[in-house]
């Protein structure tokens, strides 16, 4: 992912007009998860879950601030980014492993319904920062500006509380779910070098779910048809100090919608289901096969 900050303009403290720097950078990210679990069934109406993941983490950030190529002559100008006039460049770089654990717990308190609770707990990678002087420093270019080692960045915990009915026939599964993700737990494991814990903030997410399934029990193979929608709450990095250029940059987000679609056929022994996460950010796709031997 390329990210360009090429002319924010502002009133400067001094009068005038400031020039932010500009700024480029890429970033990798590279998160890989497998997972382990098993359940036991207490009686005819309760079931324990859990789970053990293991994650491989890969995120690499490089980033670097400009001046404007001559000054005062392209203050107006886009950046051409010339590497002469680079202030600093910065390097973010995590390659870690973590553990993860997963409980939950299903509860038939009817007939037809249930009830059902889980904790999913995000990994903890470590990761280094270094800060470096460029050639338009007044320092010799290569100077480290400042290192961050032997610190961590927590990905978000998430509780999750769902109900489910199914119809007598078993045709009809209608289910809603609620998930609590604790987002703000990044900020809270940066350290201070890479964000204002007073002037920055993030916020916790309800997740709120709707989902139904109707399966065709008269046909052969069995074929079912899927639909819901999903509310994501706005979870946007944001900053809400006293400095302009930081408040134009780090705005908060906006809750998004998103609609579910889906189907699935269903063999003796295979089982193929494909599905779609429909949403004004991104659209996405899901293709799965299950073989039981």
Do not use: C
């Not at 399966?215 to 074929?223: A, E, G, K, R």
């Amino acid at each position: 992912m390329n990210t360009e900050i090429n002319g924010l303009f502002g009133d400067a403290q001094e009068g005038g007009t400031r020039r932010y720097e500009d700024q480029w950078s890429v970033t990798e990210i590279d998160i890989v998860g497998t997972g382990l679990s098993g359940a036991y069934q207490v009686n005819d109406r309760l079931s324990l879950g859990f789970g053990l993941s293991y994650f491989a983490g890969k995120v690499e950030n490089q980033g670097a601030t400009y001046l404007v190529d001559s000054f005062p002559e392209t203050f107006w100008e886009p950046n051409s980014f010339l590497h002469a006039r680079q202030m600093l460049t910065s390097t973010f770089v995590v390659d870690d492993t973590n553990l993860g654990i997963n409980v939950g717990v299903l509860w038939k308190f009817a007939e037809s319904w249930r009830l059902g609770g889980v904790y999913r707990k995000g990994p903890r990678f470590d990761y280094e920062l270094y800060n470096l002087a460029g050639p338009a420093h007044e320092l010799p270019e290569g100077t480290i500006l400042g290192a961050v080692t032997d610190r961590s960045i927590a990905f978000p915990d998430v509780w999750g509380l769902g109900v489910a009915y199914r119809s007598p026939s078993g045709s009809l599964t209608v289910g809603f779910e609620w998930d609590r993700v604790e987002y703000s737990v990044i900020l809270e494991t940066l350290d201070s070098e890479l964000v204002d814990a007073n002037a920055a903030s993030i916020d916790d997410g309800n997740e709120l779910r709707l989902g139904l399934e109707y399966v065709f029990l008269t046909s052969t193979p069995l074929i079912a048809v899927r639909g819901g929608l999903w509310h994501d709450p706005d979870h946007r990095f944001r900053y809400e100090g006293d400095d302009p250029f930081a408040r134009a940059l780090y705005q908060p987000g906006e809750d998004a919608l998103h609609i579910n679609i889906g189907a699935g056929i269903a063999f003796k022994r295979l089982q193929i289901d494909v599905g779609a996460d429909l949403s004004d950010a991104v659209d996405q796709f899901a293709l799965s096969a299950i073989y039981s031997f």
